[in-house]
C-alpha cells in the first residue's frame, strides 16, 4: 500500500487512515470458506460504494487432504475511490488461516504488507503438510511483512460458547472471524452481512446465530485489543449515477443470453454438461424458468450441443456451454451447423489444458482451437468478451449475430472473467440492441438455401410450416435448393460461400477503437480477459508521459475491418496472451504484421507490472 495520509482519528488508540485502493487474499484450506469470506467482503464494499476487482482462486483437487499444498484456496480482491480494472497485482493484505496457505501466497505479499495469521493452525502436522522444516511464526523469516499472529480458532470458539452447535460446527465459522476482524480493519459495516446470515441460513437458526456471533467478535476483538492500532477507510469511488450490482462474468454471462431471449422473443434453450468453470452459467439459467429458459443437463457433451442445434431447427435460441476439453467433443456437431447454417450459440469459459490440465485456472488457448478446431473448411463467428461485465453485452451480441447471419457463433470467455467480480451498471432496456428474429412463412418462391443479398443469410423455416418441407443434414447441399449435391464445382462455391458469410459480419460490428495517440511507436493489442491488465498498464505509461496506445478486439472471427489499418500505424505491436501467441500468429499470417508475442501460461492473469515491463523494453 502508498504510505497513507493521517486524516483523523477514531479513537484515542486507533488511527483512522484514508487509502485510495487496498488488495486483500484470503487464504486458507479449501474448507476454510474462503470463498464466500471474499464474497462477502466483496458484496460489502460494492454496497459502500467502492469500485472492486476480484480473482477467486480454487484448488484443483476435489478432497484435497486438509491443510495439504494442493487445497488451499484463495479469494482476492481490489477495492478502491477510483476506477480500476483488475484485482492488484500483489495483495496488501493476506490473511492465511493455515501454514499451507502462508507457503503458497506468501512470495506475492507486498514487503512491508500486513499479514493476518491464524496461530491455532502452525502445528507440527500442518507445518509437515506444508513442506515447512522450522515454524515461520518463531524463525524470523515473517520479518519483512507487518505480522499479526492471531488463535482465531480459539478465539472463535469462545465467541461461540452460547451457540448450541457440535464443536466442528463451530469451528468452521473461524473465516466469519477473520471477515469481521478485516470488516473493523478496513472501516466496513457489518450490516449487510448479518442481513445476509438471516437470509441464508432462515431455516437454521443456531447456524445463523453462531456466524453471526463470529462476525461481530471478530469485529469487537480489532475494536477493543491494543494489537491494532490503525484502521483505514477507503471512500466510495466517483462512479457516474446509475444503479449498480456486484456480478461475475458467468452471471452476466447467463443473464445476457436471458436478455438476448427476451429481445428475440424466442424461449432460450441451453444443453450442457457440467464442466469447470462453466458450470455456473448453467446453475444460474436454471433458475430463471420464470422468463422461459429450458435447461437441459445432458449425459455428455455431445449429446448437449445436439440438443441446443435441435432446439434450433425448431425455432428456438439454440445455446450450448462448456470449456476446453468440451469443446473438442462438439466438434462434430458445431460443423452440422455450419453446414445446416442454423442459429446457435457455442459458450466456451477457458480453462488451463490440455486434457484436464488445469481445470480451476483461467488460460486463453483455445483461440486457434475455436477458430480451426473442425474438420474441412468450417468457419464460424468468434465474439469475446473484455470484462466480467461485458460478458452482458457479449452475450447479447453473440445471438443478434447468430441470427442475422444463420451462422454459429462461438463466446470466448475465460475462467478469469466468468469467476471475477465487477460493478455492473444495469442498463435501462430501451438501451439494449433489438435482435430481429425473422421466420420464413411464405410458400411461394421458398427454397431452404435461398440468400439474403447482404448477408448471404439463409431463410429459417421452422419445420411444420404448410409448404416449407426442405432437406436438411450433414451432407453437402446444392446452392439455392438444399439438395444433396457431390459436384465439385458446386462444393467449391459453396464452402467460399460459407467463409464470405462469415467474413461480412464485420460490415456489421464496430471499427476498433485506439486508446491513446492513433499512431506511434507502440501498439498493446489484446482480447479477452487481458483487458484490465493491458488498460492499467498503458494508461499508467502514457501518464508518465509516455507515448504507447492500447485496442482491445471483442470480435475475432471476423476482425474489425479496420484492423490492418490501425497495426499499419505503429511500429511496434505487442500481444499479450494467456497461450503462447495464438493471436500474435493470426496477426502475422493475416496482416504480415511482425507482431511480438508475450505469452504466459501459468493459470494466472497478467499483472499491470508484467505488460509495463515489457512495453518499456521496446521504448
Known amino acids: 500500500m502508498d504510505t497513507p495520509k493521517l486524516k483523523d482519528q477514531a479513537t484515542p488508540r486507533h488511527q483512522l487512515e484514508e487509502l485510495d485502493a487496498v488488495t486483500i487474499r484470503f487464504a486458507g484450506d479449501s474448507g476454510d470458506g474462503m470463498q464466500l469470506t471474499g464474497t462477502q467482503f466483496t458484496a460489502t464494499s460494492a454496497i459502500i460504494g467502492n469500485d472492486i476487482s476480484t480473482l477467486p482462486d480454487f484448488p484443483a483437487e476435489i478432497r484435497a487432504p486438509a491443510g495439504s499444498l494442493p487445497g488451499v484456496s484463495g479469494y482476492q480482491l481490489n477495492f ?43 502445528v507440527e502436522s500442518n507445518l509437515r503438510k506444508a513442506a515447512y522444516e522450522t515454524n515461520p511464526l518463531e524463525d524470523g523469516s515473517l520479518s519483512g511483512y507487518r505480522v499479526f499472529k492471531l488463535p482465531i480458532t480459539s478465539l472463535t470458539m469462545g465467541a461461540l460458547e452460547e451457540a448450541k452447535l457440535p464443536h466442528k460446527q463451530m469451528e468452521r465459522c473461524k473465516n466469519f472471524y477473520a471477515l469481521g476482524l478485516m470488516y473493523w480493519l478496513f472501516d466496513r459495516p457489518l450490516e449487510p452481512t448479518l442481513k445476509w446470515i438471516d437470509q441464508k441460513f432462515s431455516k437454521m437458526p443456531e447456524v445463523a446465530l453462531a456466524n453471526k456471533l463470529a462476525v461481530k467478535a471478530g469485529y469487537n476483538y480489532a475494536e477493543t485489543t491494543e ?23 458467468n452471471e452476466a454471462t447467463a443473464i445476457g443470453f436471458i436478455a438476448a431471449s427476451q429481445l428475440a422473443g424466442r424461449p432460450l434453450y441451453y444443453g450442457s454438461y457440467p464442466i469447470t468453470p462453466a458450470s455456473d452459467v448453467l446453475h444460474e439459467l436454471s433458475t430463471h424458468k420464470n422468463f422461459g429458459v429450458k435447461t437441459f443437463q445432458a449425459e455428455d457433451e455431445i449429446a448437449a450441443v445436439g440438443a441446443a442445434l435441435g432446439a434450433a431447427f425448431a425455432g428456438n435460441l439454440g445455446l450450448t456451454g462448456t470449456s476446453g476439453p468440451g469443446l473438442a467433443l462438439k466438434s462434430e456437431f458445431i460443423g452440422l451447423a455450419v453446414m445446416t447454417e442454423l442459429p446457435i450459440v457455442i459458450i466456451d469459459v477457458q480453462r488451463g489444458g490440455p486434457s ?47 441470427i442475422k447471419y444463420m451462422t454459429p457463433v462461438v463466446y470466448l470467455s475465460d475462467g478469469y472473467l466468468g469467476n471475477g467480480s465487477e460493478p455492473w451498471e444495469i442498463p435501462s432496456i430501451e438501451s439494449l440492441p433489438r435482435i430481429e428474429v425473422k421466420f420464413r412463412t411464405e410458400k411461394a418462391g421458398f427454397y431452404p438455401y435461398l440468400r439474403d443479398e447482404r448477408t448471404l443469410a439463409r431463410p429459417w423455416a421452422i419445420p411444420g410450416t404448410p409448404g416449407l418441407e426442405h432437406r436438411i443434414g450433414g451432407l453437402e447441399k446444392q446452392h439455392i435448393t438444399g439438395n444433396v449435391n457431390y459436384d465439385p464445382d458446386n462444393h467449391d462455391f459453396m464452402v467460399r460461400l460459407r467463409a464470405e458469410k462469415v467474413a461480412r459480419i464485420a460490415q456489421d460490428i464496430p471499427l476498433l477503437e485506439v486508446s491513446g495517440e492513433p499512431e506511434g511507436k507502440v501498439l498493446v493489442l489484446g482480447w479477452g480477459s487481458t483487458h484490465g491488465a493491458i488498460t492499467t498498464a498503458t494508461e499508467q505509461l502514457r501518464a508518465k508521459g509516455t507515448s504507447v496506445s492500447s485496442a482491445h478486439l471483442r470480435y475475432l472471427n471476423p476482425f474489425p475491418r479496420n484492423l490492418g489499418e490501425v497495426l499499419s500505424r505503429f511500429e511496434t505491436v505487442i500481444v499479450p496472451e494467456l497461450n503462447l501467441g495464438q493471436l500474435a500468429l493470426l496477426v502475422r499470417a493475416r496482416f504480415l504484421v511482425d507482431a511480438i508475442s508475450f505469452s504466459k501460461v501459468k493459470g494466472l492473469p497478467f499483472k499491470v507490472s508484467e505488460i509495463v515491463k515489457k512495453i518499456n523494453e521496446y521504448l
Request: glycine fraction near 6%.
Open 80 to 122: 478502491s475511490s477510483h476506477d480500476i480494472r483488475t484485482p492488484g497485482d500483489e495483495p496488501n493484505v493476506l490473511v492465511a488461516m493455515n501454514p499451507a496457505a502462508l507457503k503458497m501466497n506468501l512470495k506475492d505479499l507486498e514487503p512491508g504488507g500486513i499479514l493476518v495469521v491464524n496461530t491455532d493452525a502452525f
Open 356 to 402: 484436464t490440465g488445469l481445470p480451476t485456472k483461467t488460460e486463453q488457448a483455445d483461440l486457434l482451437q475455436v477458430m480451426f478446431g473442425r474438420n474441412s473448411e468450417c468457419p464460424v463467428a468468434v465474439v469475446a468478451p473484455a470484462t466480467p461485465s461485458d460478458c452482458f453485452s457479449m452475450a447479447i451480441e453473440a445471438f443478434r449475430i447468430a
Open 227 to 249: 494489537i491494532f492500532t490503525t484502521h483505514y477507510r477507503v471512500v466510495k469511488s466517483d462512479m457516474k449515477p446509475g444503479k449498480y450490482r456486484n456480478i461475475t462474468g
